[in-house]
Nanobody
Framework: QVQLVESGGGLVQPGGSLRLSCAAS????????VAWFRQAPGKQRELVAS???????KYADSVKGRFTISGDNTKNTVYLQLSSVEFEDTAVYSC??????WGQGTQVNVSL
């Protein structure tokens, strides 16, 4: 069982940046893909970005050009760089390995 721990959330102003980390207890790409989801209050969970073990990357249209997903196999960690954040980016961000193993999530609040 892969255990995932997210970190890096917090309060950020509009236009600012934040880097989220998803650290795994073992090979984070064990099931071939890692993804970041987010869920805002009263909204459905949204797939934000995904990355495969061979570095194929996809983004939701809402974050394309602003967020960057990357992985470090040596650290069993996947990152999500948030840039040019908007109020609508406020949510709990969670990572998943293979859509089977999930972390607890980290809160991102975009506020003045």
């Amino acid at each position: 069982q892969v255990q995932l721990v997210e970190s890096g959330g917090g309060l950020v102003q509009p236009g600012g940046s934040l880097r989220l980390s998803c650290a795994a207890s073992e090979n984070i790409f064990k099931l071939g893909v890692v993804a970041w989801f987010r869920q805002a209050p009263g909204k459905q969970r949204e797939l934000v970005a995904s990355i495969t073990s061979d570095n194929k990357i996809k983004y939701a249209d809402s974050v394309k050009g602003r967020f960057t997903i990357s992985g470090d196999n040596t650290k069993n960690t996947v990152y999500l760089q948030l840039s040019s954040v908007e109020f609508e980016d406020t949510a709990v961000y969670s990572c998943t390995s293979g859509f089977v193993f999930w972390g607890q999530g980290t809160q991102v609040n975009v506020s003045l």
